[in-house]
């Protein structure tokens, strides 16, 4: 079992850049496949990011492909998602989950972080 823990958001102007963190608690972080999610206002959650096991398999959603980076260090039970080239439409509560099997985390991952507020400004 893990917990996810988010950190790093906040505010920024369109076309800067943020660093999300989850840290996630457990011995077995790094058999478990990692997701970035996010929720805008009035907007059904989306994935944005997934990672498998050893970070050799990775998601990206169409609209943020090529701006968005994520890795993970198992040794240090952290996942990072690096957002550049931010738009407005960016912004939104961003979560961390995680999942025994990749294919669930990009759908219904099990475990959830509390999220973290992306705001970027126009």
């Known amino acids: 079992q893990v917990q996810p823990v988010e950190s790093g958001g906040g505010l920024v102007q369109a076309g800067g850049s943020l660093r999300l963190s989850c840290a996630a608690s457990g011995r077995t972080f790094g058999s478990y496949a990692m997701g970035w999610f996010r929720q805008a206002p009035g907007k059904e959650r989306e994935l944005v990011s997934a990672t498998n096991w050893s970070g050799d398999n990775t998601y990206y959603a169409d609209s943020v492909k090529g701006r968005f980076t994520i890795s993970r260090a198992n040794a240090k039970n952290t996942v990072i998602l690096q957002m550049n080239s931010l738009k407005p439409e960016d912004t939104a509560v961003y979560y961390c989950?995680?999942?025994?099997?990749?294919?669930?985390?990009?759908?219904?991952?099990?475990?959830w972080g509390q999220g973290t507020q992306v705001t970027v400004s126009s």
């Open positions: 989950a995680a999942d025994p099997s990749y294919f669930i985390v990009l759908r219904t991952p099990q475990y």
